[in-house]
């Protein structure tokens, strides 16, 4: 009887710790719901250890040192985002920012990709003193809580038309710059809407891991259809970071010129992270009757220290991720999630080859799925009042148009100012909200009026 007992005690222990550090029973929400939901999110976010490697190695970047660093900043941000914002939100590079530093700087301007892991250190410090002093929490109560309710469409749209690109059911024209229907019979499209179909099936009738299990059958079915193919091998040692680590030049990047670069760090990541935390927070039932998070400023810590100490191992711009609606989508609720998806990456490290497989034509359905989920957002904006609808339409078109969420919301939020003042209704626009569309005037101004 005692090696019964001695037998049963270890797996009670480690539930009830479990639960006293992730609040699972408060939440609702079970370690295996967790577990799932963390390697579902990691499954989503798999092809960036394929894409933002691919960016930075534009800008001249060693592809592999990239990729062994930006597997070790995923694990070291989510971890931390585990334990001290107990929130099923992964953390790691944004495609923009790494955008920014390969291609945009490094390849078109010819800067040094140092200086522009430089800038994209700076603007982490400054998210830093800002969170410090907690003026992100500021800013975020003081945004409208119409702007809010149609933050998760927003984001919704953007996740919907990264699923739609990279299955390439949607594709750009060159000669009109605009979207158009891709090649539904393509290999790629067919894998996507394969696993489509599977998490749509699955979702109907409520299966546990549905969108996890859609994910895997899709990159099942891209083998033979030579969307992807099985590893040569399973295992692979890192490469190191050493051409990469810690040579980001923090001198130059200070220089007058680069201004409008840090602040399109600074403002594309300000916007991208809170309303990825709004809208993913919303989607798991975190969010009050006026639209906040309790204790927000948890993740906005755990940004600011990953975007600085990120641009340390040559990684630009880490932000709460978008992708992390998947996990949720699956039952995730709390930093257990976040840690079993840290659990995958570092996996990783000696696994490359199986997440590599994993192509992006897979992985599109549960973006699809989750974008599609989160238009319901939209119900709950007042469209009677044409003063608070039409800000949040023109923050979902900006989204749209500009193919960065950061940038539709500050667009929405200027608009809101803009189109309060013209209809007579100055004294519904906040204080805080007048200083801010200073600093968003210029951002449209000097950034993204250039492009």
Same mark, same amino acid.
């Given at each position: 009887?005692?090696?019964?007992?001695?037998?049963?005690?270890?797996?009670?222990?480690?539930?009830?710790?479990?639960?006293?550090?992730?609040?699972?029973?408060?939440?609702?929400?079970?370690?295996?719901?967790?577990?799932?939901?963390?390697?579902?999110?990691?499954?989503?976010?798999?092809?960036?250890?394929?894409?933002?490697?691919?960016?930075?190695?534009? *800008? *001249?970047?060693?592809?592999?040192?990239?990729?062994?660093?930006?597997?070790?900043?995923?694990?070291?941000?989510?971890? $931390?985002?585990?334990?001290?914002?107990?929130?099923?939100?992964?953390?790691?590079?944004?495609?923009?920012?790494?955008?920014?530093?390969?291609?945009?700087?490094?390849?078109?301007?010819?800067?040094?990709?140092?200086?522009?892991?430089?800038?994209?250190?700076?603007?982490?410090?400054?998210?830093?003193?800002?969170?410090?002093?907690?003026?992100?929490?500021?800013?975020?109560?003081?945004?409208?809580?119409?702007?809010?309710?149609?933050?998760?469409?927003?984001?919704?749209?953007?996740?919907?038309?990264?699923?739609?690109?990279?299955?390439?059911?949607?594709?750009?024209?060159?000669?009109?710059?605009?979207?158009?229907?891709?090649?539904?019979?393509?290999?790629?499209?067919?894998?996507?809407?394969?696993?489509?179909?599977?998490?749509?099936?699955?979702?109907?009738?409520?299966?546990?891991?549905?969108?996890?299990?859609?994910?895997?059958?899709?990159?099942?079915?891209?083998?033979?259809?030579?969307?992807?193919?099985?590893?040569?091998?399973?295992?692979?040692?890192?490469?190191?970071?050493?051409?990469?680590?810690?040579?980001?030049?923090?001198?130059?990047?200070?220089? $007058?010129?680069?201004?409008?670069?840090?602040?399109?760090?600074?403002?594309?990541?300000?916007?991208?992270?809170?309303?990825?935390?709004?809208?993913?927070?919303?989607?798991?039932?975190?969010?009050?009757?006026?639209?906040?998070?309790?204790?927000?400023?948890?993740?906005?810590?755990?940004?600011?220290?990953?975007?600085?100490?990120?641009?340390?191992?040559?990684?630009?711009?880490?932000?709460?991720?978008?992708?992390?609606?998947?996990?949720?989508?699956?039952?995730?609720?709390?930093?257990?999630?976040?840690?079993?998806?840290?659990?995958?990456?570092?996996?990783?490290?000696?696994?490359?080859?199986?997440?590599?497989?994993?192509?992006?034509?897979?992985?599109?359905?549960?973006?699809?799925?989750?974008?599609?989920?989160?238009?319901?957002?939209?119900?709950?904006?007042?469209?009677?009042?044409?003063?608070?609808?039409?800000?949040?339409?023109?923050?979902?078109?900006?989204?749209?148009?500009?193919?960065?969420?950061?940038?539709?919301?500050?667009? *929405?939020?200027?608009?809101?100012?803009?189109?309060?003042?013209?209809?007579?209704?100055?004294?519904?626009?906040?204080?805080? $909200?007048?200083? $801010?569309?200073?600093?968003?005037?210029?951002?449209?101004?000097?950034?993204?009026?250039?492009?």
């Amino acid at each position: 009887m005692k090696t019964t007992a001695r037998a049963v005690k270890p797996p009670a222990a480690r539930r009830r710790w479990f639960d006293r550090q992730f609040a699972l029973t408060e939440r609702s929400t079970t370690v295996r719901t967790e577990i799932i939901a963390g390697i579902t999110s990691f499954l989503a976010c798999a092809y960036l250890l394929i894409v933002i490697p691919s960016l930075l190695s534009t *800008g *001249g970047m060693d592809r592999g040192a990239t990729t062994t660093a930006t597997i070790i900043v995923f694990v070291l941000a989510t971890v $931390l985002m585990a334990f001290y914002g107990n929130l099923p939100f992964i953390v790691g590079p944004g495609l923009g920012g790494s955008a920014i530093v390969g291609v945009t700087l490094a390849a078109s301007e010819h800067v040094a990709w140092q200086i522009g892991i430089g800038i994209a250190f700076w603007s982490g410090v400054l998210f830093m003193v800002l969170t410090v002093f907690k003026l992100r929490e500021v800013v975020t109560r003081t945004v409208p809580l119409q702007i809010k309710l149609g933050l998760t469409a927003s984001i919704g749209l953007f996740i919907t038309m990264l699923g739609f690109r990279n299955a390439g059911l949607v594709v750009a024209n060159a000669k009109t710059n605009a979207f158009m229907l891709g090649n539904f019979t393509a290999p790629g499209a067919c894998v996507a809407l394969i696993g489509f179909a599977v998490a749509v099936f699955l979702q109907a009738r409520k299966i546990p891991g549905a969108i996890l299990w859609a994910i895997l059958i899709a990159t099942g079915a891209g083998i033979p259809l030579g969307v992807t193919k099985l590893p040569q091998t399973l295992f692979a040692m890192p490469h190191s970071i050493e051409p990469i680590f810690f040579k980001l030049n923090l001198i130059d990047s200070l220089s $007058l010129s680069f201004l409008p670069y840090l602040f399109a760090f600074f403002a594309s990541e300000f916007f991208s992270t809170m309303g990825t935390t709004l809208a993913v927070g919303d989607k798991a039932g975190m969010l009050d009757e006026h639209g906040n998070m309790e204790q927000i400023n948890k993740p906005f810590v755990v940004d600011s220290i990953s975007a600085t100490v990120g641009a340390l191992f040559g990684i630009p711009a880490l932000t709460a991720l978008v992708e992390s609606a998947a996990g949720v989508e699956a039952g995730g609720r709390t930093g257990l999630t976040a840690l079993a998806a840290a659990l995958m990456f570092l996996l990783m490290l000696l696994f490359t080859p199986i997440a590599l497989m994993i192509p992006k034509e897979a992985t599109a359905p549960a973006l699809l799925l989750i974008g599609l989920s989160m238009f319901s957002g939209l119900r709950r904006v007042d469209m009677d009042n044409f003063t608070e609808g039409l800000p949040v339409m023109l923050m979902v078109l900006l989204t749209l148009i500009s193919n960065s969420f950061g940038t539709g919301i500050a667009g *929405g939020l200027l608009c809101y100012v803009i189109i309060k003042l013209l209809a007579g209704r100055a004294k519904d626009v906040p204080i805080g $909200l007048y200083v $801010l569309a200073l600093p968003l005037a210029y951002y449209f101004w000097t950034v993204v009026s250039k492009h």
